[in-house]
């Protein structure tokens, strides 16, 4: 489909600043179909894993074709579209333009299927796109310089697509720089207080990849924590993802209240070791909880915290670093055995959700391989 035969189906008022509920809709019509990917796009992808369907509640979803074990990486996606991330947003409008005129036809058109929040819109997007095509000829697919009513739908589509790029846009570095990008399936990828997968920039492979946390069913849905808080009630989330993304959640967390206790439970073990981490200056009164003493009581609070996350199905990085405070505790109580096997814990953990290029985590043991390595040389030197 060229970009003239999209024209008709936007209708953004111009004049004030307002955005209809219908520019948010995709330019095309069905969803469930032409979700073009060239083959470049994704590699180190033997078989397709997963496909994009629609669901009851969600729009449409990512889903696994077929059974997929714990720890695989399903998607490993360059960027249809990325930018480094300049200090403006007008600027990141104008970058934004620029990238898009010289995007080829099919990347366009990928784009402009995805879903656009209508909140992520901003004062400055419509004069800085405006701006732009002010000071910029644009042409149509057959290399015609769009005028009049042309240009200015051209223009209206161009707003649009910047509120999808904003919607899906993930953070990535590029020349070490900040940057954001746009990637196709994972764009389809719909939020789960208890995600089943993990999602991640791989500066090693240069690839923005998804990895699984749990075994997954064949056509169950995949599904990501579109935040960073797993230990926050309920209300909290609903907060979060309705300002940020607009939505109510629907998934099996929010839908099952008997699932609150153990959040509620988490964040109290999670707000005790992190006072505890900060010499307990901030201790939480409210709750009229006693700070913890010593190492021994931390490590049994971070031994039950790990454990609940493990019994709520909240396999992610926040469990990886539990294990690891498990370890460097186990070694401060001069139990270096115990300290090891919480960082094998870890390490698993973390390959499973990352993968095993973690070579840019060595600085000061970062990566749970370097703590784990460090902790077997020190039982090697104990030994010798
Ligand atoms: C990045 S898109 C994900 C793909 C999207 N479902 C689609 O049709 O393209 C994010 C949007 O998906 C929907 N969504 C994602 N997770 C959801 C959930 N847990 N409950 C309800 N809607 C959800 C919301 O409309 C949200 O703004």
Redesign the pocket.
Same mark, same amino acid.
């Given at each position: 489909m060229d970009s003239a035969s999209h024209m008709e189906q936007l209708h953004m008022k111009d004049q004030d600043g307002s955005f209809p509920a219908d520019s948010t809709s995709p330019e095309s019509g069905d969803?469930s179909i032409a979700l073009s990917q060239s083959s470049s796009d994704i590699i180190e992808q033997p078989e397709v894993m997963v496909e994009v369907r629609k /669901?009851d509640?969600?729009?449409?979803?990512l889903f696994a074709t077929g059974k997929i074990p714990r720890g695989t990486r399903v998607l490993s996606e360059k960027a249809i579209i990325q930018m480094i991330d300049p200090v403006y947003r007008s600027e990141l409008a104008n970058r934004f333009c620029t990238k898009l005129a010289r995007l080829s036809q099919d990347r366009i058109e990928t784009l402009s299927q995805?879903?656009c929040?209508p909140q992520v819109f901003k004062g400055e997007d419509r004069p800085a796109i405006a701006k732009w095509y002010n000071e910029n000829s644009v042409t149509d697919a057959h290399g015609q310089e769009l005028k009049g009513k042309k240009r200015q739908e051209s223009r209206k589509k161009t707003l649009r697509r910047f509120g999808v790029f904003i /919607?899906?846009s993930s953070g990535i570095t590029l020349d070490g720089q900040v940057g954001r990008g746009v990637f196709t399936l994972f764009?389809?990828?719909?939020?789960?207080c208890v995600p089943n997968a993990r999602y991640g920039w791989n500066e090693a492979i240069q690839r923005f990849t998804v990895h699984v946390s749990r075994d997954i069913e064949p056509d169950e849905q995949i599904f990501i924590s579109?935040l960073p808080l797993t230990y926050e009630g309920r209300a909290k989330r609903a907060e979060q993802l309705e300002a940020n993304?607009?939505?109510?959640?629907?998934?099996e967390a929010c839908r099952d209240p008997a699932r609150e206790m153990g959040r509620v439970k988490m964040s109290i073990l999670q707000l005790l070791l992190t006072s505890y981490e900060q010499g307990n200056t901030h201790v939480p009164r409210i709750m009229e909880l006693d700070p913890l003493k010593n190492r021994g009581e931390a490590l049994d609070i971070a031994n039950q915290l790990a454990k609940l996350m493990v019994s709520e199905g909240l396999v992610t990085m926040e469990l990886a670093k539990t294990y690891r405070t498990c370890s460097q505790l186990s070694l401060w109580l001069d139990d270096l055995d115990e300290a090891i096997e919480y960082a094998e814990k870890a390490l698993d953990i973390e390959r499973c959700l990352i993968g095993p290029e973690t070579e840019h985590l060595r600085e000061d043991d970062l990566g749970c391989q370097y703590w784990l390595e460090k902790l077997q040389g020190l039982k090697r030197s104990q030994e010798a």
């Open positions: 969803e /669901t509640t969600m729009g449409v979803g995805l879903h929040n /919607t899906n764009s389809r990828i719909n939020h789960s579109y993304w607009g939505f109510e959640c629907a998934c």
